[in-house]
T-cell receptor, first 113, second 112 residues
């Protein structure tokens, strides 16, 4: 079955790195996504990784995938106040753009000045 | 493109009343999704359409909920009668083939 889990809260000092973790259970997941939700807004796609990759870097964002442990992480370097949001990981099966995504519970990232 | 448009942005109603939420997907997208977000249950997929046809409505909570997509540019989610436990943020999302989903800003529903 599909189940995606995340810790609910993370607090980080401004300028430090944030690491948000996610575990999933379905080994047939082909794409894994990170979405960002700012207060009062919808979810916005940040980045994604294909399951045959170990790492993907995009400016301040680094995604690490450990397929053996079914563990996904998002690292945000030099965390800024604008990074305060809820971060969701999501998995899809059977290919990019697959109709259904399974979302985690979301991690609320708080930046400490 | 204006993105996915949802209306109203906020809705306050009394228990027993009918509630209709509206969504306009991004032009050219052939998939449309309705989600519900609550603190207790997180983000849940209610139903999705492909080319205006409902494909999977297994997430619809009960018969009080119904969704329609009469054409490629408009969808509604209706709750009748509404109950306090329906209070949540309802998101609409759309996508094209081989794309990821783009979310609307959501409708915040409060049922008193």
């Amino acid at each position: 079955g599909e189940d995606v889990e995340q810790s609910l809260f993370l607090s980080v000092r401004e300028g430090d790195s944030s690491v948000i973790n996610c575990t999933y259970t379905d080994s047939s997941s082909t794409y894994l996504y990170w979405y960002k939700q700012e207060p009062g807004a919808g979810l916005q796609l940040l980045t994604y990784i294909f399951s045959n990759m170990d790492m993907k870097q995009d400016q301040r964002l680094t995604v690490l995938l450990n397929k053996k442990d079914k563990h996904l992480s998002l690292r945000i370097a030099d965390t800024q106040t604008g990074d305060s949001a809820i971060y969701f990981c999501a998995e899809s099966i059977l290919g990019f753009g697959n109709e259904k995504l399974t979302f985690g519970t979301g991690t609320r990232l708080t930046i400490i000045p | 493109d204006a993105g996915v448009i949802q209306s109203p942005r906020h809705e306050v109603t009394e228990m027993g009343q009918e509630v209709t939420l509206r969504c306009k997907p991004i032009s050219g997208h052939d998939y449309l999704f309705w989600y519900r977000q609550t603190m207790m249950r997180g983000l849940e997929l209610l139903i999705y359409f492909n080319n205006n046809v409902p494909i999977d409505d297994s997430g619809m909570p009960e018969d009080r909920f119904s969704a329609k997509m009469p054409n490629a540019s408009f969808s509604t989610l209706k709750i009748q009668p509404s109950e306090p436990r329906d209070s949540a943020v309802y998101f609409c999302a759309s996508k094209g083939t081989q794309e990821t989903q783009y979310f609307g800003p959501g409708t915040r529903l409060l049922v008193l």
